[in-house]
Each structure stands twice: as structure tokens, then as C-alpha cells.
């Protein structure tokens, strides 16, 4: 059996779109593996697998009911259903001459059906298919619930996407700032207190990284009193309005949305002075040290997600 021809450009495009997602070869995870199991159950068949089709083979992120991890793709039905739109069913692969060698036949299968993995640019990558050793067909209902889970290893797909990036994005986030002469923490907005200290704060502040964290209220609480009240309602005004915020005592402090160009002022706490900077969707804040307590405002400015010192 060979599989449909497809034009060398499409082909190209939806390899590299493939690759993109890097998944092949990946260990397994539980949410594909939920998703076949789920198919299975629904189609009531022995066998499911969601398979990426790549250049040479098909390989199967995750599978129930069979021990193999890829066949050749010129002998793949999963392949061939790349070139359907919507549910591809074969109901005796067996008796069709076109696919009686295929893989399917003789892993000693006759019943398939797969839906296309499409990516949001349009590329099939792959499939969620069901397998079966009687010939057979889904009902409209099953034909739907297959659609419903390829849509789900396609979200699926999508975020491991994103986790992977905005993990690469932190580590070299905290690279770059971790080279920074002050101290530098970040906050989601609405959150309790930030999720990253980075290492000078402690030898700054006197606090560690684990302090600041423990406690929602440690910063309200290291605050100085004389500052304490001003500042705590001037963080409630910027992360509710997500505007501006200046305070005259800080000598320009400045609240802005991130990656917009923030003034800095002078924190005043009970161990020492530091100017900071914050920002409001994603809290970063700056401190360096300052022997003086409250001085003049120095201007930082953002560079994507890196603050620098003008």
C-alpha cells in the first residue's frame, strides 16, 4: 500500500508545523493518554492512538491496547487519513484492495477510522484514530466524539506549545536580569506575593526569597511605617486601574502596565531604603541599594521583559 501523493509545498509546510510542536519521540503524557483511552471507550473498540504522521513513519504519542510505537508511513492508514478533512473511515480494510497491506491488515486489524489533527494554520499532523479486529462502522454519534477528541489533543498540543515557550522565555528572563547590579521580583496580578525573588533581594534587604514568599503580608509588614499606608494604596490603584500612579514622596514613583517605560522611587522598609520599580499586569520590581532612604528618581527603561538602568 502506498499512501495518496501530496504536493511537495503542502508538504513541506505541515512538517515543519509538525516539528514546531516538538513532540515527536516525547515520553508519554497522561492527558494524551486520557484522550485514547476516552476514544476508545466511546468508539468501543480495543485499540486507539493518536499518531503523528512525520516524513518516513508514523509514531504513536500515545496508545491503548497495542505495544508497537510507529509502522512505516508508506503503509500507514493514519498517513492516508491526513489527506481526509473529517472522519476517514475504512470499515474492512481486509476486503479494500487498496489497503490490504496496509499496516492495519497486518498487525491483524480490519476495522479503522481517524480524524485529522489539524493545527490552527491548517496542516494535518496527525490523527486520533480507533482501531478494531471485526469490520465495523461509528455511528454518527462516535464520528462526533472523535472530532470532539481531536479537537482536545489539538488544544492539548497547543498548550504544551506555550508552556514550552514561556518556560524558555523565564529562563532567559532570569538570565539577563539576574546580571542586573539591583534586585528584581515578579508578581501576576492578583497574586499574594511574587513568584520570582531574584538572588541579590536577600543580600539587599535581608530577606530571603523564602521569607518574602511564605507570607501574603510580608511586604505590607516590612514596609516603614511612615511609608506603609501611602505605598499599600498606591499598589491597590495601579493593579485596579492598571494606570499610572505617581507619589510625590517617593520622589517619582511610577506604576505602569508591564513593558511601558516606569520611573522608580525609593522603598523605605524597616531594615533600609531602596528604589523599586513595579509593574501592574506582570508585578516586576527593582530594587537597588540606597544609603540615603528617599532621593531622586532614577529612570529605568523595559526592553521586552529585561529592565536596564538609563
Known amino acids: ?15 515543519e508545523a509538525l516539528l514546531r510542536y516538538r513532540i515527536l519521540d516525547t515520553p508519554p503524557e497522561q492527558a494524551f493518554d486520557d484522550l485514547v483511552d476516552l476514544a476508545a471507550t466511546v468508539c468501543s473498540t480495543p485499540v486507539a492512538a493518536i499518531a503523528f504522521v512525520a516524513e518516513r513513519r508514523a509514531w504513536l504519542k500515545a496508545k491503548h491496547g497495542v505495544d508497537f510505537s510507529e509502522f512505516p508511513r508508506d503503509s500507514s492508514l493514519a498517513a492516508e487519513a491526513l489527506q481526509h ?26 476495522f479503522f477510522a481517524g480524524m485529522p489533527l489539524i493545527s490552527p494554520e491548517g496542516h494535518a499532523i496527525g490523527t486520533v484514530c480507533v482501531l478494531d479486529e471485526r469490520p465495523r462502522d461509528l455511528s454518527p454519534a462516535q464520528e462526533d466524539a472523535l472530532r470532539a477528541i481531536a479537537r ?8 504544551r506549545r506555550v508552556s514550552e515557550a514561556e518556560s524558555f522565555a523565564r529562563y532567559r528572563f532570569r538570565a539577563l536580569v539576574e546580571q542586573l547590579p539591583g534586585g528584581v521580583y515578579i508578581e501576576d496580578l492578583g497574586a499574594s506575593s511574587g513568584s520570582y525573588f531574584s538572588p541579590p533581594i536577600e543580600r539587599m534587604t535581608g530577606y530571603s526569597a523564602h521569607e518574602w514568599e511564605s507570607d501574603p503580608d510580608f511586604f505590607s509588614r516590612v514596609l516603614h511605617p511612615d511609608d506603609r499606608d501611602r505605598v499599600l494604596r498606591a499598589f491597590a490603584h495601579a493593579h485596579e486601574t492598571h494606570q499610572p500612579r505617581r507619589m510625590a514622596r ?10 511601558r517605560e516606569t520611573t522608580m522611587g525609593s522603598l523605605s522598609t524597616s531594615r533600609g ?15 537597588s541599594n540606597s544609603a540615603r532612604g528617599p532621593s531622586s528618581a532614577s529612570v529605568h527603561r523595559t526592553i521586552g521583559s529585561v529592565v536596564s538602568t538609563a
Open 273 to 287: 531604603s531602596w528604589p523599586m520599580q513595579r509593574f501592574a499586569s506582570r508585578t516586576s520590581s527593582s530594587f
Open 250 to 259: 517617593w520622589s517619582g514613583f511610577k506604576m505602569t502596565p508591564t513593558l
Open 152 to 159: 482536545q489533543a489539538m488544544g492539548q498540543l497547543e498548550l
Open 1 to 15: 500500500m502506498r499512501t495518496a501523493p501530496h504536493d511537495a509545498e503542502t508538504e513541506a509546510a505541515r512538517l
Open 85 to 110: 478533512g473529517d472522519v476517514f473511515v475504512v470499515r474492512d480494510a481486509l476486503v479494500d484492495e487498496r489497503y490490504r497491506e496496509s499496516a492495519v491488515v497486518l498487525a491483524g486489524f480490519r
